[in-house]
């Protein structure tokens, strides 16, 4: 019933940039917290950001912080990640999700564990 969907992925060369969106369907946002998380090849899934309804101080992974940065738009029922100083470690596919349980933070820690709804997935290449 609750449909999120990626865009605005693809390949970009070390240190460019790329703005991802996520449209939610099937649930508002306007009170709940929402994520992004990415999954490289052979490795785990993790946290990258997460956006509280309050629109307080956005959580940002270590390894994206100062590059990445979150926003919503509660009248488009949408968010966005715009990512700049891409480097080659940020291969992956890109996911959003809301947590398992509605919540108006963001849970802490970070965990995919912690969040139910999740988008397909987009991927974004960063290679010369």
């Known amino acids: 019933q609750v449909h999120l969907v990626e865009s605005g992925g693809g390949l970009v060369e070390p240190g460019g940039s790329l703005r991802l969106s996520c449209t939610v369907s099937?649930?508002?946002?306007?009170?709940?917290?929402i994520g992004w998380f990415r999954q490289a090849p052979e490795k785990e899934r993790e946290g990258v950001s997460c956006?509280?309804?309050?629109?307080?101080?956005?959580y940002y992974a270590d390894f994206v912080k100062g590059r990445f940065t979150i926003s919503r738009d509660n009248d488009k029922n949408m968010i966005y990640q715009e990512m700049n100083s891409l480097k080659p470690e940020d291969t992956a596919v890109y996911h959003c999700a809301l947590p398992l349980y509605p919540a108006t933070y963001c849970p802490s820690p970070m965990a995919p564990l912690k969040f139910g709804s999740w988008g397909q997935g987009i991927p974004v290449t960063v290679s010369s």
């Open positions: 956006i509280s309804s309050d629109d307080g101080e956005p």
């Open positions: 099937g649930f508002s946002l306007e009170y709940y917290a």
